[in-house]
């Protein structure tokens, strides 16, 4: 049904966030080539939905579109990696030493983090790049992962103690390399 | 706040998504105990590693000729599957002009009582959004010698700032909003466990007017024009207290 002026008012609302929606797809499915497909088949269902959408910051509108054409690639593909792992509860949560060593590793490396942020389990990973890479509120990303807000919290709690954890182990891996 | 409570609350801190109250309660327990600030150092610090850009994917250019491309074929695919007959738009015409003409009848004859609605619907939204958010003040300090001078550049007024403490209402800090269509003051009290929003800005009018409260989504609203100021109070607080800060902040100015 969208014509021609709908079709302007989407582009113009919807299409400055092809970065967010192309970065997230990236990070959710670990390659370029189905990153691009997935982006293409969400701004396409997005424009369905787009008579529909009210509100008035369309980026969470739009990634919550873009995770969900992931997750459904991700089952289609048989992409099952460690979601058994997760556990919603915030105690126990590794909070980590406060050596300076591990500050040191902390703020490492480019390419020590992208690999660790890519062997985190795919819910964690999601909150990590929404947070930190699109500077998104707790709110925000609930309504994109639909998730409630406590859970965002606890979520991006163990994404950070796992992080550490494997940045603490990448260190000698590089130092004797 | 003992370090358990630091260290399950850190991430919100760490986020700035935690309240007011246990914001500054984790600030002083970080000072206090070393270990958990190293723990926050290294957050905040992973944070930095993680945010720094270098991990942010680009659209290829060729993505967004693609993207562009399906949309247009898209819309003008449908577009010919469903064609609207000319009947139709006549219809669609009439309904478009009578709904035009009937909104433009009641938005003017409706102006003026819409817009004092609007704008205590404004502050509202303004004082449940400072309390939602981390961002009830800009600049937190109870010192109006702080608060006062932090506005000078930032709107083109200068508000007046008195901290009444000594009457029970404490200065929290000040924020700048965004209200009317225009930059205003805001000022943060507090009484008891109860927030008090001030929001200031000059107003056009010449006459003051009188006090006049209200109450909406179970906030307390007062608002005053003196000297060319417009204020507005707005709390949970009860009303007799609200008008006793009212009285005080008025007799201020």
């Avoid at chain 1, 490492?108 to 500077?135: D, F, I, S, T, W």
């Amino acid at each position: 049904m969208p014509d021609q002026a709908e079709l302007a008012r989407f582009e113009q609302a919807v299409l400055p966030h092809l970065n967010a929606a192309y970065n997230l797809a990236r990070w959710l499915t670990g390659n370029e080539h189905d990153a691009e497909d997935i982006v293409q088949e969400s701004y396409l269902r997005a424009l369905k939905f787009f008579a529909g959408f009210r509100g008035e910051n369309s980026r969470p509108w739009l990634l919550a579109i873009v995770r969900n054409t992931c997750y459904t690639w991700r089952q289609r593909n048989r992409v099952s990696e460690l979601s058994t792992e997760l556990d919603e509860e915030i105690h126990g949560i590794d909070s980590g030493s406060a050596s300076p060593e591990t500050i040191l590793l902390a703020s490492a490396q480019g390419e020590a983090v992208q690999r660790a942020l890519e062997q985190l389990p795919v819910e964690y990973r999601e909150a990590v790049v929404l947070r930190e890479m699109e500077g998104m509120s707790y709110r925000e990303i609930a309504d994109v992962a639909g998730i409630p807000v406590g859970t965002v919290m606890s979520r991006l709690a163990r994404a950070r103690g796992r992080l550490q954890q494997l940045l603490r182990s990448e260190r000698p891996r590089e130092a004797t390399a | 706040m003992s370090c358990h409570e630091t260290q399950e609350l850190i991430h919100g801190y760490v986020d700035g998504e935690l309240d007011l109250v246990r914001n500054l309660e984790m600030e002083r327990h970080l000072r206090e105990c070393p270990a958990c600030a190293g723990v926050h150092d290294t957050f905040r610090a992973l944070r930095s590693a993680t945010s720094n850009g270098s991990l942010y994917f680009q659209a290829p250019t060729r993505l967004e000729q693609r993207v562009r491309k399906t949309l247009q074929q898209t819309a003008g695919l449908e577009r010919r599957m469903h064609p609207i007959p000319i009947y139709r738009w006549a219809t669609i015409a009439a309904v478009l002009v009578l709904s035009i003409a009937t909104t433009w009848r009641f938005a003017v004859r409706r102006e003026q009582p819409a817009a004092a609605e609007l704008l205590a619907q404004e502050v509202v939204a303004s004082h449940v959004r400072s309390l939602m958010a981390s961002h009830l003040t800009d600049v937190p300090s109870s010192d109006r010698h702080t608060v006062k001078p932090w506005f000078n550049g930032k709107l083109d007024f200068s508000p007046t700032v008195e901290d009444f403490a000594s009457r029970g209402f404490n200065l929290l800090g000040g924020r700048l909003d965004y209200l009317n269509n225009r930059a205003v003051a805001a000022l943060v009290y507090r009484r008891r466990q109860h927030l008090l929003n001030v929001l200031i800005w000059p107003s056009r009018e010449q006459s003051d007017e009188a006090m006049q409260s209200m109450e909406r989504q179970g906030y307390h609203l007062v608002h005053w024009r003196k000297s060319h100021m417009t204020v507005w109070v707005v709390s949970d607080l009860n009303p007799q207290e609200l008008g006793q800060f009212a009285e005080l902040l008025q007799r201020g100015q």
